[in-house]
């Protein structure tokens, strides 16, 4: 039997983002976090070929269940927000006092 070689992915929408994981058995994967580019509010990794979606996270996983993992985790629009803030990936960047 020939192993399946092919780059799967799922996308859902939490809000106004899409939230995608791309995976590759024996290979890992990868969950992308999108934000419509009008009314984006973060730093952009890159934009969508249609110019329509920029791209405000990505993280390599070095299994595909990891990345399930983590893509299932990803629950609320909010839960993304706040992770983006803590995180000081808002335009206004970190600002230590």
Not at 22 to 35: D, E, K, M
Request: net charge negative.
């Amino acid at each position: 039997m020939a192993e399946n070689n092919s780059i799967n992915h799922e996308t859902k929408v939490l809000g106004r983002l899409k939230i995608e994981v791309q995976f590759q058995r024996g290979t890992g994967g990868q969950v992308l976090i999108w934000a419509p580019s009008e009314t984006n509010k973060y730093n952009s990794i890159v934009k969508s070929d249609d110019g329509f979606w920029d791209c405000i996270f990505a993280r390599l996983y070095s299994s595909v269940e990891e990345a399930n993992k983590a893509y299932n985790n990803f629950s609320s629009e909010e839960q993304i927000d706040s992770m983006m803030s803590r995180c000081g990936f808002g335009r206004s960047g970190c600002q230590i006092t």
